[in-house]
């Protein structure tokens, strides 16, 4: 029933992290050269609009790691693979600070374009609720200490908040509010000029690469700390 | 009558622990109260602020009376009893939802039109909050019931709890405050009551250990 | 008729480890198991197994042959008694007693539930004024409220003085001879009578 | 140091049953979140409403965490070993006191204006509402913990506690509001701490049975 | 030196209603006292008067000569272990020794209050995952914190393992050895040795 992680894999997520972390680096120093260099300013915001290439990102991947949390819970609702509890509880942290990113540039970003810091509109507080949500998750597995309970309730947990996924994605269009609706991730064509969606593309590859090897390194620590509580237990 | 025995005995030790039902009217217009202290407003918008200062009231005193549904049982080992007695637990659970709201939000909804005299609030706008705190108020009932079920063994944190209750409230709070809502509140009070049947369900279980 | 409780190559496991194992042993009617053993080597954690409250559990547990699974319609003939005394502490006995009857939709009469442990005296105190031997007796005198065939008891004896151990040996006689079955676990040179005495400390991985 | 023993004792627990200091921060943040839903406003009138909604959300963190000064250490039996170490019980209430304030009023009082920024408030206004809060909380601590020590063992009953309370919170909420009043809450709240004082000690005495 | 506590002509009032009366006795450094009686007959509130929580009273209690009035400095000479275990439930062993320690004011060696009782192995684990016999034993670990002259316990036995009611027994035999005395309340054919037995059911009124 317990890890079918073998030792060597840990070993090839060691060999990897390096690799990454390089790569990383790499990637987001061609990606900021063409956000902050390469690429014409907007004709209405101006330069201002470079926080684009951080904050949009930021944002998705906030998104996206808060479903691949819950995708991972209910996986391992359906699977009872222990990994998967792993996977969410490795995530979780990293979607905290992407989220805390999309917050903190959206707000530097809406200063000059919208005139305030914060505004209180739907897309805005579902995202600040989105934090909390990464904390409960967090909180749970500390505030309980029997560790078989902690995974199902915070498991329960993750796949609740799901809820709150669709609600950010879809509040732009349901509620009149300030901020942009979907102009580069629709189903169609992106209403977005090709001079700014490829230094957007290169940054949204930055941090995938940025958010891939953070998670290796969670997963890594989270495996090694369960051998450490299982090696006491015997 | 199984059922109906259950609820009975939840309303009865909600009675017994203290006479609840005035205890909530009580709180509702307490919170009311509040309003005219901490808002240098004109009376005029103490209206606007009414149905907004009712769906906090209500949903306060729902937070703050949580522990009585299923931590109290808990902590006692009347839970125990409760389980392995010939009840599906998923009936338990609906009678413990339902007994719950009766205990609770009964008072506030008869309590609603006193303190809208109070306020000076339309017979007419009255009504509206009062079928709107129906609709909506069993679905953060059964929330509420759900998520202390859910951290029934945590940490002793009612903060905690409630910060994950809170935002799950936010919908409510958004279409309560809206007069044509009704319907979409009793929507949301349907979907929580199925979400919340199986969390509470499913914890309930985790919790017998 | 008869009923029969199998406990079949039974292991326990509770936060990832695991308690004892190999434990196999047979109830029928009108028997009393005692359990003991060291702290700690699964004397409740097998009761609360027995009971359905800890379903992680390796093994079988079979009553008249069906198999016992969590919480089902079967475990209305099973009643626990452990160490939470199910009382809520500012009712008085009489309230709780009310509550109880409620849960067991019964409205059997007052002196035979107060009879058997002899509570009666202090039925319209509050319980958070009983001592604690009171309180235990209050709290074991459920098991007189509605049939259930097999008594689940924790550590039954603790706080009782040998009078009163007495007057529970005589309900658990009285319950058996009507073709229950009580399993109950105590660590004290007590003095129940029992028909087979199971050490967990041979089933225990300490 | 025996005094400063006891406060780190409370401190530690309060931080071992959970980390509480982000949760009474996070608990601002949700309240006021709930705000903008709840008022059908204009974000202009939420600056207006800002600094009332932070004494209520204070009144709440406070009321929602009042079992943590006695209730918890009594039930458990951890307030007679309290009773009798060296400790005079007049030292063990303030230090109660002190630690629930740490733990639960700080918080809060360095969340206000990062939340204040959320909100548009001017620094000088987020100052005011600070410095009154910092003011008022102890007095609204003391209280509530005088309150829960004279109810530790009546019927559970977190409503009936929190009916006592509010009424005794007005004072503290017409003066905070205010912003030249912070000499007048830090007033309230010696008169409360006197009176809290020896409520407490009163009750602890009569509990220890 | 030694102690000396002298219990002169002492009644016992709850609830308006007299529990015993006439109880007079004398305890000296290292000597170990046993009360036992029925159910109700006031063990447990003659040792929470003797602690000083219980204020009414008749009578008199000298400690050394000196009288004892409720929580005054005296006290500290004192340590009361009872049913209610003082253990935070949701705080791992650990943490609740050193929440202990803070209030007793000491840093004694952790090995000083883990041997005794033989606790150690489960030092990290939550109170709440513990069987109740390793919550008992925890709880009376409370005893090695401190130096204080007469111990109060309160069915220290209950739960408890006959392995175990030897570590007590031996730990008693150190404190009463280094000058302690030791007052403990029982029901069950213990094996504790004692120098003087009182019996409750001779001054209780029932
Ligand atoms: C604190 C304030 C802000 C927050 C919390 C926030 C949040 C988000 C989130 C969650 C997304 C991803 C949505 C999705 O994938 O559909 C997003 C995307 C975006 N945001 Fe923001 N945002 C903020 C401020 C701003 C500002 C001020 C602007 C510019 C005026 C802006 C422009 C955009 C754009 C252009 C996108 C990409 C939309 C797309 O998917 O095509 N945001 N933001
Ligand atoms: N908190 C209380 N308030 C009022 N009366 C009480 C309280 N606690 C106990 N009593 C009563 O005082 C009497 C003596 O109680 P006590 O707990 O001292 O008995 P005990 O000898 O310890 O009994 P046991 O063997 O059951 O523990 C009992 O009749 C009980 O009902
Ligand atoms: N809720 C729980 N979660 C995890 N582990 C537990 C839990 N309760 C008990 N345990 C562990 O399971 C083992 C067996 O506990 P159990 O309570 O069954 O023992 P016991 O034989 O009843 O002991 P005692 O004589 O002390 O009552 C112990 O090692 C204990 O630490
Ligand atoms: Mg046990
Ligand atoms: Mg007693």
Request: aromatic share 14%.
């Amino acid at each position: 029933m317990y890890l079918k992680i073998p030792n060597h894999f840990i070993n090839i997520i060691q060999a990897w992290i390096p690799i990454l972390s390089l790569l990383t680096l790499a990637t987001f120093s061609v990606g900021l050269y063409f956000a902050l260099f390469n690429s014409p300013p907007d004709y209405l915001q101006g330069d201002s609009m470079r926080i684009m290439y951080v904050h949009v990102p930021a944002a998705w991947f906030a998104l996206a790691s808060y479903s691949f949390l819950s995708f991972s819970c209910i996986a391992w609702f359906v699977f009872r693979n222990p990994n998967f509890n792993l996977f969410a509880k490795s995530i979780a942290p990293i979607g905290a600070v992407f989220t805390i990113i999309a917050l903190v540039t959206g707000s530097i970003w809406g200063k000059p374009t919208w005139g305030t810091w914060w505004a209180w509109d739907a897309r805005l507080t579902s995202m600040l609720v989105l934090f909390f949500l990464y904390a409960a998750y967090i909180m749970t597995w500390q505030a309980i200490a029997n560790k078989e309970l902690a995974a199902k309730i915070s498991a329960t947990l993750g796949i609740i908040g799901f809820i709150n996924i669709p609600i950010i994605k879809f509040s732009v269009d349901w509620w009149n509010t300030l901020h942009q609706p979907a102009t580069i991730s629709k189903l169609s064509a992106p209403s977005i000029h090709i001079s700014m969606l490829t230094p957007l593309m290169i940054m949204t590859f930055a941090y995938l690469l940025f958010l891939i090897t953070l998670f290796l390194i969670r997963f890594k620590i989270e495996i090694l700390e369960q051998k450490i509580s299982r090696a006491k237990n015997i | 009558m199984l059922f109906y025995n259950l609820i009975i005995r939840d309303l009865k030790l909600a009675f017994y622990s203290s006479t609840n039902f005035l205890l909530a009217a009580s709180f509702l217009i307490l919170i009311l109260v509040l309003i005219p202290f901490v808002f240098n407003a004109s009376p005029d918008s103490f209206t606007l602020l009414f149905s907004g200062f009712i769906w906090i009231a209500i949903a306060l005193s729902i937070l703050l009376t949580l522990d009585r549904v299923f931590n109290s049982d808990y902590e006692d080992g009347n839970l125990e009893i409760i389980l392995i007695s010939q009840f599906p637990i998923e009936l338990i659970v609906c009678a413990k939802f339902i007994s719950h709201w009766i205990s609770n939000c009964i008072p506030i909804i008869i309590a609603i039109p006193i303190a809208g005299l109070l306020f000076n609030i339309s017979l007419s706008d009255n009504l509206y909050i009062v079928v709107n705190i129906i609709a909506g108020s069993p679905g953060m009932v059964f929330i509420g019931a759900a998520i202390s079920a859910l951290t029934l063994g945590s940490k002793r944190a009612s903060l905690y709890k409630t910060i994950i209750v809170i935002p799950l409230y936010i919908p409510f709070m958004i279409f309560g405050v809206n007069q044509e809502s009704s319907l979409v509140l009793l929507g949301l009070s349907m979907i929580s009551f199925i979400f919340s049947l199986f969390t509470s369900t499913y914890s309930l279980h985790l919790y017998a250990e | 008729m008869t009923n029969k409780l199998e406990i079949n190559d039974l292991e326990c496991i509770r936060n990832e480890k695991s308690i004892f194992q190999n434990l196999t042993f047979k109830v029928e009617s009108s028997q009393t198991i005692l359990i003991t053993g060291k702290n700690g080597s699964g004397k409740t954690s097998l009761l609360r197994i027995i009971a359905g409250f800890i379903v992680n559990y390796k093994g079988e547990i079979l009553f008249n042959s069906k198999k016992i699974n969590d919480f089902n319609k079967l475990i209305a003939d099973f009643k626990f008694v452990g160490q939470k005394n199910s009382l809520k502490e500012n009712l008085t006995v009489q309230q709780n007693i009310e509550l109880w009857q409620y849960l067991y939709q019964t409205t059997i009469d007052i002196d035979q539930i107060t009879g058997p442990l002899n509570i009666k005296s202090f039925l319209d105190k509050d319980v958070s004024s009983l001592s604690d031997g009171q309180r235990k007796r209050v709290s074991l005198s459920r098991l007189t409220i509605s049939q259930s065939k097999v008594w689940l008891l924790d550590e039954p004896l603790v706080y009782l003085d040998a009078d009163k151990v007495k007057l529970l040996g005589s309900l658990i006689d009285k319950h058996n001879k009507d073709g229950g079955m009580t399993i109950y676990s105590s660590n004290t040179k007590n003095n129940l009578d029992y028909n087979k005495l199971i050490n967990m400390d041979n089933y225990a991985l300490l």
